[in-house]
């Protein structure tokens, strides 16, 4: 059968089957529209994603179909997933990776209703990031460091607002007369890959 066939037999799609493709990065359109549209869209956050649909929707929606999936059981979903020891950023994550396929297959016509619409779920209580203040920062540079690497990343880091992956990916070429050219970002999973939001810039 073809990947998200347009057709009314869309309806009988299993459900955890549909989400653990959504987040296939060879496999859904969703993730080709972004790329499409030069929104990049990572493959870390591709694979949690995933996981999280395997972790904690497929326990509770097993044999489901797609087109049977209704509100109240979502929010049954979502009350289960709250009494959960786990952080509401986290709660918010595992519900979205579900949300989000289920919200795109309406809009795209693929099922009748959307059915995530107006339902209450988590606060983001993520920790705030704190900014070190000036005297705390001169004190940390005036020190010694074991790895001269370490403290120049994070002086790049302090002085341009650069994050920890365009760093990483810094060549000799990126080296201006007085500025950076960032065009890179790297990570483990990905190697070197465009920045954040897709944008090379000057800092």
Same mark, same amino acid.
């Given at each position: 059968?073809?990947?998200?066939?347009?057709?009314?037999?869309?309806?009988?799609?299993?459900?955890?089957?549909?989400?653990?493709?959504?987040?296939?990065?060879?496999?859904?359109? !969703?993730?080709?529209?972004?790329?499409?549209?030069?929104?990049?869209?990572?493959?870390?956050?591709?694979?949690?994603?995933?996981?999280?649909?395997?972790?904690?929707?497929?326990?509770?929606?097993?044999?489901?179909?797609?087109?049977?999936?209704?509100?109240?059981?979502?929010?049954?979903?979502?009350?289960?997933?709250?009494?959960?020891?786990?952080?509401?950023?986290?709660?918010?994550?595992?519900?979205?990776?579900?949300?989000?396929?289920?919200?795109? &297959? !309406?809009?795209?016509?693929?099922?009748?209703?959307?059915?995530?619409?107006?339902?209450?779920?988590?606060?983001?209580?993520?920790? +705030?990031?704190?900014?070190?203040? *000036?005297?705390?920062? +001169?004190?940390?540079?005036?020190?010694?460091?074991?790895?001269?690497?370490?403290? *120049?990343?994070?002086?790049? &880091?302090? *002085?341009?607002?650069?994050?920890?992956? +365009?760093?990483?990916?810094?060549?000799?070429?990126?080296?201006?007369?007085?500025?950076? !050219?960032?065009?890179?970002?790297?990570?483990?999973?990905?190697?070197l890959k465009s920045p954040k939001n897709g944008d090379s810039r000057k800092v």
């Amino acid at each position: 059968s073809t990947l998200f066939p347009y057709t009314t037999l869309f309806r009988s799609s299993i459900l955890i089957q549909f989400l653990t493709d959504f987040w296939d990065k060879d496999k859904s359109p !969703y993730i080709k529209e972004k790329v499409r549209m030069k929104k990049h869209i990572g493959l870390t956050y591709i694979t949690e994603s995933q996981r999280m649909v395997l972790a904690y929707w497929k326990p509770f929606f097993e044999n489901k179909n797609l087109g049977d999936l209704t509100k109240r059981e979502l929010k049954e979903f979502i009350t289960h997933i709250d009494t959960l020891p786990l952080s509401n950023s986290r709660k918010l994550k595992i519900y979205r990776s579900g949300s989000i396929a289920i919200k795109w &297959a !309406y809009n795209d016509e693929l099922i009748d209703r959307d059915i995530t619409s107006g339902i209450v779920t988590f606060s983001n209580d993520a920790k +705030e990031r704190k900014i070190l203040t *000036l005297e705390v920062a +001169e004190l940390l540079f005036s020190i010694k460091w074991k790895d001269e690497r370490s403290q *120049l990343a994070n002086a790049i &880091a302090m *002085l341009t607002g650069m994050r920890a992956g +365009e760093i990483l990916a810094l060549r000799k070429q990126d080296l201006g007369d007085g500025c950076i !050219y960032v065009n890179y970002s790297w990570n483990r999973k990905e190697g070197l890959k465009s920045p954040k939001n897709g944008d090379s810039r000057k800092v």
